[in-house]
């Protein structure tokens, strides 16, 4: 007898496809954090209690929390959401992180190598996540 396995199971393999692709984001968004975090410049600004100029706060905290919470929640509403909301949730929560993640190349003294590198890497797997579930039609969601 034949066993069903859920990530190549048509019916599931939309939904499986989005969450991963939101995990890989993630692994993206965390190697890049945690290289920038060796760089001399960044380590004195984080214990002077600065981040590209802005104050780290426990308001600059929450909402770095929150933003981080998307894609961290996005792994499992991608797999448990119905259709329609599941397409729409993809769209604004990509929709948003790209437009941080572009953003983020504008704020302090300028990117370095290393972060406009996963910047394009993390700009572009957002954007295909809007992209996809933009195209994702309801008839590919019953099958």
Aim: glycine letters at 6%; one cysteine or more; aromatic letters at 14%.
């Amino acid at each position: 007898m034949a066993t069903r396995n859920t990530v190549f199971d048509p019916s599931a393999g939309k939904k499986a496809l989005f969450s991963t692709l939101w995990i890989f984001l993630m692994f993206n968004y965390l190697y890049c954090d945690f290289l920038s975090n060796m760089e001399s410049t960044v380590l004195k600004g984080l214990l002077d209690g600065q981040i590209a100029g802005m104050a780290v706060t426990p308001a600059f905290m929450l909402n770095a929390a929150l933003l981080m919470e998307i894609p961290t929640a996005m792994v499992l509403l991608s797999r448990v959401l119905p259709f329609r909301v599941n397409r729409w949730a993809n769209i604004v929560a990509g929709l948003i992180m790209t437009l941080v993640q572009v953003g983020s190349l504008f704020v302090g003294s300028g990117p370095t190598p290393h972060y406009i590198f996963y910047s394009v890497i993390e700009a572009s797997t957002a954007a295909f996540i809007v992209w996809f579930a933009w195209n994702w039609r309801a008839a590919e969601a019953a099958e």
